[in-house]
């Protein structure tokens, strides 16, 4: 099923907005909701968020696609022009349209958690084959004074 046939399917009964301001602010909402970091997200000139809140399906559309570079983990994040998983609290699953460089080759990321119960302060990044690697949660954390782009304040 293709991106946009998947996101038809749960358009109805969702919370659409439009709009990059407002598409930040409630996917950061969610995130936060959700018990996860506002920084898994850094999209920009996002122009659609929907979240389905009785399936727990979410996306985001940006104009663009976008490489993001986290710097306290030493990884670049490649985000697509749609976003799109499954929510629910403290995970991230299902999801398309986020891949992470590894060496040289771009891996899809399907499944981000948190598992309070063994280890809060670590949050994993999982593919399909079910290869995973886990980060100190506050490389994802957006900072006082950022600006979600990676620049946390400085120019």
């Not at 629910?88 to 771009?106: A, F, N, T």
Request: glycine share 10%; proline share 3%.
């Amino acid at each position: 099923m293709s991106g946009q046939q998947l996101i038809a399917t749960h358009r109805d009964g969702a919370e659409i907005h439009h709009g990059e301001d407002v598409c930040k602010q409630k996917s950061h909402q969610l995130l936060e909701k959700m018990h996860l970091p506002c920084g898994l997200l850094p999209l920009d000139d996002v122009v659609e968020f929907g979240y389905n809140a009785t399936s727990g399906f979410v996306w985001l559309k940006q104009k663009k696609r976008k490489e993001h570079r986290f710097h306290a983990v030493g990884r670049t994040v490649s985000y697509d022009t749609e976003v799109m998983g499954f929510v629910e609290e403290h995970r991230m699953r299902r999801l398309s349209g986020v891949k992470s460089k590894e060496i040289l080759i771009w891996v899809s990321i399907s499944d981000i958690y948190v598992d309070p119960s063994t280890d809060p302060d670590k949050i994993t990044f999982a593919n399909g084959t079910g290869i995973s690697r886990s980060f100190p949660i506050t490389a994802f954390q957006l900072e006082e004074g950022g600006d979600g782009n990676g620049n946390n304040g400085k120019k």
